[in-house]
């Protein structure tokens, strides 16, 4: 490992960004070892809107080949729109994701019912989805060996349990977990910087602080279709080519909606990323 520094005024062309350098980047280090001259070409990026709700972006980790996105039905409670923004970002930046359901061995009755319905509804869209219970490694060995010779991604609110996941994967490390509040039912941050680690059967993950919101960037309102698979391939069956699925006569998205083809969550989430320019609605939600 070599410690480096990166210049003041070292920018990406084209993506204006609080970090320049994110976890998994390649990069040129210049020979006397001290500074970054340059970073690689990325193949993909999970990236969000900063959290000062500024007009640049803050790049999570680069070059993934598999990002988890663990949640928890409850103590937090993970919110549909919050899974919803990630797989959209994922979408739109080419990055595959597993979604993976956490502390499943802690839940009532409806909160394994809800478990159970945000299971078929992602499965139905073609998402992966795994039930785990990292405290008591229920599931973790099957985790592991899709991981295995890649570079994974974990990621979610503080709270849903990376932290004791991590420590799973790669025994030794022993990173600091935390219980939840009781007072407000949410995680407290325990990850402060994102740190990449070797796992032993190889390949590597990377851990980053716990995500509060998801502010999509750069997206037109055009585009966010395009990255909600079933609203997407819906859509082709709109009598209007630039339908937003909103208020249009002839709209295959809200007829499959009303016929209950397409989940009154998911569509939801497709509206409020709609309306992310008007920032005050999406500071309130989160």
């Keep these: 490992m070599v410690e480096c520094r990166v210049k003041g005024n070292f920018r990406i062309k084209g993506i204006r960004t609080t970090n320049p350098v994110a976890v998994g980047d390649g990069v040129t280090v210049r020979d006397d070892g001290e500074w970054i001259t340059a970073i690689d070409e990325r193949r993909n990026y999970i990236i969000r809107k900063a959290s000062n709700l500024s007009k640049q972006s803050h790049i999570l980790a680069a070059n993934i080949d598999l ?50 319905y945000l ?34 991604l974990l990621a979610g609110h503080s709270g849903v349990g990376k932290s004791t996941l991590i420590n799973r994967l790669v025994p030794g490390l022993n990173l600091r977990t935390a219980s939840i509040s009781e007072a407000h039912g949410t995680g407290m941050h325990t990850t402060t910087f994102s740190a990449l680690y070797d796992m032993p059967e190889g390949g590597s993950v990377i851990d980053i602080p716990g995500i509060k919101g998801f502010g999509t960037f750069d997206m037109e309102p055009e585009e966010i279709a395009h990255y909600f698979r079933e609203i997407f391939t819906v859509g082709r069956g709109c009598r209007f080519d630039n339908c937003t699925h909103t208020h249009e006569p002839g709209c295959a998205v809200q007829q499959a909606l009303e016929n209950h083809e397409i989940a009154p969550s998911r569509y939801n989430s497709y509206l409020s990323m709609l309306e992310d320019k008007d920032e005050g609605k999406y500071r309130a939600a989160f």
């Design 119 to 152: 299971t078929l509804v992602y499965q139905h869209i073609g998402y992966e989805v795994r039930h785990i219970s990292a405290t008591k490694g229920d599931g973790v060995e099957e985790l592991k060996a899709m991981m295995t010779g890649k570079v994974s």
């Design 67 to 116: 990002a988890l996105l663990v949640v928890t039905v409850a103590r937090p409670e993970t919110s549909t729109t919050f899974i919803d923004r990630f797989l959209a970002s994922a979408e739109a930046y080419r990055v595959p994701v597993l979604i993976v359901f956490n502390k499943t061995d802690d839940l009532g009755d409806e909160e394994r019912e809800m478990l159970e």
